[in-house]
């Protein structure tokens, strides 16, 4: 049995190590923002000159760190960098935390991203407008440190599951970059089939296949907003089973469909509030702060007030919703405004315009599409569950309630 053997997390790792100095090397960086990362995921970096990067583009990371964002850390956002680039940056808003010899780097990933440990930070924020957490609350908090042997144990158990879903995440983004390659085709291009035998009139989107329409997006479909229930009344949410979504169920979901959300209200919620029940399979739209994030819910549900959502049409299908959106996504940033925060309003959105396709070319694209879509979906389903059986296994492997000291497992350090 492993002997139990606690530390301060401050005692093996460096917090926040190295930051861009005069001496910097690179005319240009690879940021990655708070906004890009999510639950253990990215949606990318930036590329971008040194002189033109924002002022929290300081932190620089090494392969095994771990990233997280320090403001309102119950929402979870955390990184595990592997292999970056030389030029990779990331926010001041992260803490980059560096790993001695004394914790193995996946070991420290995973126990820094336990609920537990998020628990703990968000009991250690400061702040009411941002509440965040300082180098002080990681290095004082108490961690289980096995020896390395052990560490190395846990952390093969648990990279199976991350291996699995790594590998599926890699899957749905060929089929998703492969579905929006056929939407640019048939309806930016208008490579569609038989398009060579359809003559191309003017509109006002330019020249348009004759035959199609261009038509605003609100004339088309039914568009809904969202709303919150009185918070203080627990009759609202206490025993809720309706969806309630919020954008941060979005942002760190990061996947084409979504099938449940952080909140749910009850029924007596949606009846006495501005909430709208929308049905399965339409579209959401992140419309505030972080604007453009979309995603396909799986079952009915309502949401706040940050939304717009598309509620599909035979004339354009939920997918081709989905994709239209994802294409016009810097288009829909650009009508927003606000002066405290960027905002789009439903009747901005439902001015824009769109080329509609007679009935038949949507149903073929229905019909091509729809395979990849519904595979995207069941790999999000397998990757859900997976995440599931590897969140219930890894607080009890990282604080040493289940002892893996008598398995044989085969670690990579070990097989080297």
């Known amino acids: 049995m492993e002997r139990k053997s606690t530390t301060n997390l401050g005692s093996v790792i460096e917090i926040n190590p190295a930051s861009i100095s005069k001496h910097y090397p690179y005319d240009e960086i690879e940021y990655i923002d708070i906004s890009s990362v999510g639950t253990g995921f990215s949606s990318g970096s930036t590329r971008m000159s040194l002189a033109e990067a924002p002022s929290r583009a300081k932190r620089l990371v090494e392969h095994g760190d771990t990233i997280l964002a320090t403001v309102r850390p119950n929402l979870r956002s955390f990184l595990y960098i592997n292999n970056p680039r030389e030029d990779v940056v990331v926010s001041t808003g992260f803490a980059v935390l560096h790993p001695s010899s004394k914790i193995d780097t996946r070991f420290l990933y995973y126990t820094v991203t336990n609920q537990r440990f998020t628990d703990y930070l968000s009991a250690n924020v400061k702040g009411a407008a941002y509440p965040a957490v300082d180098a002080e609350a990681f290095a004082r908090a108490e961690i289980w440190l096995p020896d390395?042997?052990?560490?190395?144990?846990?952390?093969?158990?648990?990279?199976?599951?991350?291996d699995l879903i790594e590998n599926n995440l890699r899957r749905i983004k060929i089929l998703e970059e492969m579905a929006q390659s056929l939407y640019r085709e048939w309806f930016v291009k208008f490579r569609f089939p038989g398009y060579q035998r359809v003559k191309m009139v003017n509109s006002p989107l330019g020249k348009i296949p004759e035959g199609w329409e261009v038509r605003q997006i609100g004339e088309v479909i039914q568009t809904l907003g969202g709303g919150t229930p009185s918070t203080k009344e627990p009759s609202y949410w206490e025993g809720g089973n309706i969806d309630w979504y919020t954008p941060s169920d979005l942002t760190a979901s990061g996947s084409m469909f979504i099938n449940g959300s952080s909140k749910r209200i009850t029924q007596l919620g949606l009846d006495r509030s501005s909430a709208k029940l929308f049905p399965a399979y339409s579209l959401m739209m992140t419309s505030r702060a972080t604007i453009g994030v979309i995603?396909?819910?799986?079952?009915?549900?309502?949401?706040?007030?940050?939304?717009?959502?598309?509620?599909?049409?035979d004339r354009l299908s939920v997918f081709h919703l989905y994709f239209w959106t994802n294409e016009n996504r810097e288009k829909i940033i650009g009508v927003a405004s606000g002066a405290t925060f960027k905002e789009i309003s439903r009747g901005e959105f439902r001015e824009f315009p769109i080329a509609v396709p007679p009935p038949p070319i949507e149903n073929i694209f229905?019909?091509?599409?729809?395979?990849?879509?519904?595979?995207i979906e069941n790999l999000i389903k397998r990757n859900q569950n997976l995440r599931q059986t590897r969140d219930f296994l890894l607080p009890k492997l990282i604080s040493g309630e289940l002892d893996v000291s008598q398995l044989d497992i085969t670690t990579p350090e070990a097989n080297a």
């Open 148 to 162: 390395l042997q052990v560490q190395q144990t846990i952390v093969a158990i648990l990279s199976t599951y991350d």
């Open 366 to 375: 229905v019909e091509t599409v729809e395979p990849m879509c519904r595979l």
């Open 295 to 313: 995603a396909i819910n799986t079952e009915k549900a309502c949401s706040n007030q940050g939304f717009i959502t598309c509620i599909p049409h």
